[in-house]
């Protein structure tokens, strides 16, 4: 079994930054493509960024880009959202999510195990 468990989450001011962490355990972490999600109030799940098990493929939404960065520690079996210039729109809770074998990851049926999310707040 695989657990995934993100932190890092808040309230922060427009054009202020949070890194958000996700730790995995119970799984050979290196081995998975990790992707992070986030729901806005009232909206559907989306699919922002994901990074592919050896970190060197990413891959980001338009409107994150440039913003956002995704990076992973295998050694810490992490994987982090560093999130600069945010912006109100970017309210959410944000989760992440490992996929043991698909790549490229482009939405929720691709991934394998969900962590319980985390609450970012930018306010105006």
């Known amino acids: 079994q695989v657990q995934l468990v993100e932190s890092g989450g808040g309230l922060v001011q427009a054009g202020g930054s949070l890194r958000l962490s996700c730790a995995a355990s119970?799984?050979?972490?290196?081995?998975?493509?990790m992707g992070w999600f986030r729901q806005a109030p009232g909206k559907e799940r989306e699919f922002i960024t994901t990074i592919r098990w050896s970190g060197g493929s990413t891959y980001y939404v338009d409107s994150v880009k440039g913003r956002f960065t995704i990076s992973r520690d295998n050694a810490k079996n992490t994987v982090y959202l560093q999130m600069n210039s945010l912006k109100p729109e970017d309210t959410a809770v944000y989760y992440c999510a490992a996929s043991l074998s698909r790549w490229p990851i482009t939405g929720d049926h691709d991934m394998d195990y969900w962590g319980k999310g985390t609450l970012v707040t930018v306010s105006s």
């Open positions: 119970g799984t050979i972490f290196s081995s998975y493509a």
